[in-house]
């Protein structure tokens, strides 16, 4: 009876592992996040100057919401150790808030991109980067994240309006860092402080762009490029953010990723029914076989 009553618990154990929730969680304000394929060795001079690096990222946020730097500095660019790094944080955050986000965000990077050459996180509200190359002062709009809301009906003029609104106000806006607001529907824009006003400019005006011609219709909607994002929402809603590691990614990932989670529920249910009809079966052999015991009384 012992070894029976022991398999049954192994089987309820199974199932709870099986259809039970996920036990994992992760951070809201996560964004994207991308690394280099190249691996650096670790004990190398690359980790150590990397590890002097990012910490400098964390006390500079008292004084600046962005920042860059060269590690070693001062001294002639050695493409196997030197490291080139910024964070940045949104406009209006103080710095308290701008430190949290940074430390962060340094720690995941640090755990997503283990021993890479290269990596960067967004959050909500700051960023990060650091590569073995100079990226200071060079444009780039590759689009990493885009994703907008379902379309809102015709018939809902207002909110469609305030949309409108918001998201022009982005881009007549001038500054690396714009706000805009109306009734419920709020926008921010924002570009990375190496560049320069020109490519700011530029490059919010692409970020704004798509925001406008993809997302125009719809409750709430972002565009993130490499150096730039643009992004709004209504009512307090927004986009769940799924944790997303480099590369370009549109909203037609999201409807891949809905059918492999029904798939695995799918399975899941199925396996378990299986599993269940063994152990009956297993049962019923088992109670023929100890007709005496009380269990199978």
């Known amino acids: 009876m012992f070894k029976t009553k022991t398999i049954l618990l192994g089987f309820l154990l199974a199932a ?50 962005y920042n860059n730097f060269t590690v070693p500095s001062g001294a002639k660019p050695e493409p196997a150790v030197t490291v080139y790094g910024l964070y940045q944080c949104r406009g209006d955050l103080n710095p308290t ?35 073995n190359s100079s990226f200071f002062g060079v ?9 907008c809301a379902p379309l809102m009906g015709f018939n809902d003029q207002d909110a469609l309006t305030r949309v409108s609104d918001v998201i022009g106000s982005l881009g007549s806006g001038g500054g690396p860092y714009r706000i805009g607001g109306n009734g419920d529907v709020q926008g921010v824009a924002q570009c990375t402080g190496d560049l320069s006003q020109g490519q700011c400019q530029d490059c919010l005006s692409d970020a704004i762009g798509r925001l406008r ?6 409750q709430w909607g972002y565009v993130y490029l490499s150096k730039c994002y643009a992004r709004f929402s209504s009512g ?21 990723n809905g059918v492999g989670k029904t798939l695995a529920i799918i399975i899941g249910i199925i396996t378990l029914v299986i599993l269940l009809v063994v152990f009956l079966a297993f049962i019923g052999k088992q109670c023929r076989k100890l007709q005496d015991e009380k269990w199978c009384t």
């Open 97 to 131: 808030s701008c430190s949290s986000c940074v430390s962060r965000a340094i720690a995941k990077v640090g755990t997503i991109c283990s021993n890479a050459y290269c990596g960067f996180l967004q959050m909500e509200n700051c960023f990060v980067r650091y590569d």
């Open 236 to 256: 307090g809603s927004h986009a769940n953010q799924t944790p997303y590691y480099g590369g370009e990614k549109d909203d037609k990932d999201d409807d891949d």
């Open 213 to 218: 011609s993809d997302c125009g219709m719809a």
């Open 16 to 65: 709870v592992i099986l259809v039970g929730p996920s036990s994992s969680t992760t951070d809201d304000s996560f964004i994207y996040a991308g690394c280099s394929p190249t691996k650096f060795s670790p004990g190398s001079g690359y980790e150590t100057n990397l590890n002097s690096l990012l910490p400098s990222f964390v006390s500079s946020t008292i004084s600046s919401g």
């Open 139 to 147: 444009q780039d709009k590759s689009v990493m994240l885009k994703k």
